[in-house]
């Protein structure tokens, strides 16, 4: 009979992680932004309801400009670049990881878990067509390089219990965020938008993406400066602009927004196409216009969604921003002129770094998977059941 536990003991190994009353886990997030991979090592007490982290250490390892290049042809690109690229950004990871871990103070031996969120190269929702959804940043050659267990690929087992498979931070900001009586909507603004909603009791959570975050912000931004530039700083250029009603009204238009969630999306819909459309049919319109206008569509959608999903069954709080996104002294400015009455904060004022959270709740799903326990919220992604996400390597 074949040894299924594998080299080392395999099944032993996990057995011994799960029974563990803490582990130390590195969380590593790429976004549809596709600027670099955040890295959070954690301190992770429990599992479940009474699971705690604890940031160790944050770290962004932003993407030398000819990977990023290749991430942005890898999303219309041949299947050889996709291929290629899935083992080239493992590597990457896993260097990202090493690298944190070593900021930390710690040796990969001191490490228990990896989780990789992965890169997006595409994602279809229901209804978009077959529901299906890439990330790319192969986990086996994390753990090869790394000696670590990984987990990865955590959207797929919620597509496959007919869930939209995003978005998956809702389970992990209730861990990380909730607090008795009190109702927080964690808002993050990364390439899409996309906002938890944190009750006291799981049975509350649910989530969705709102829409555009700053990918067409951005996308603009590489076309104004012929790619000499990524993004709109600080929302400088966009502060410049005056928003255009009718461009606006046109954009808020789109069949996205007033679908009721269970939602998702991704730059499929709000990405370099549309941006590049945007520019094409308002050529009188200035740079700085147009960067207005996307930048009070990001702010626009996020408090139409809050007004049609959140509060007619939420009394809330607070909205707390994180994400590139609350880096924008301009569009959050925006965001708390639509949310009159109520606070906005970032997770910072949480005791979470705003750049770190997406990475810590990976790691805080690591844990939960490494534990048997469902990582996703069907609440949020419309699965049916709740399911164990992700794929190990050992």
Known sequence: ??????????????????????????????????????????????????????????????????????????????????????????????????????????????????????????????????????????????????????VSDFRTADIAAGGQGAPLTPLADWILFRESGEVTVVVNIGGITNLSVVTEELSGVTGFDTGPGNSLIDEAVRIFTDGRMGYDDDGAMAAKGRPDDSLTRSLMAHPYFSQPPPKSTGRELFGKALAEGVIADNPDMSPEDILCTFTRLTALSLRDAFERSVRPATKVDRIALCGGGARNGFLVSLIEGLFKGVEVVTVDALGVPSMAREALCFAVLTNETICGNAGNAPAATGAVRPAILGKISL
């Open 1 to 150: 009979m074949n040894n299924v536990s594998g080299h080392g003991g395999g099944l032993d190994r996990l057995a011994k992680l799960a029974n563990k009353g803490s582990r130390t886990v590195v969380g590593l997030m790429s976004g549809t932004s596709h600027d670099g991979v955040d890295a959070a090592v954690a301190k992770v007490y429990g599992a479940g309801a009474s699971a705690k982290a604890e940031l160790v250490r944050h770290r962004h390892e932003p993407y030398p400009a000819a990977l990023r290049e290749r991430v942005a042809e890898a999303f219309d690109g041949p299947t050889r670049l996709v291929c290629e690229l899935n083992f080239e950004l493992g590597g990457f990871f896993a260097d990202a990881a090493l690298a944190a871990i070593s900021e930390a103070g710690l040796s990969p031996s001191d490490v228990d878990l990896i989780g990789s969120h992965g890169q997006t190269i595409h994602h279809i929702p229901p209804g978009a067509g077959i529901p299906s959804t890439l990330q790319i940043g192969e986990g086996a050659v994390i753990a090869a390089r790394t000696g670590i267990v990984t």
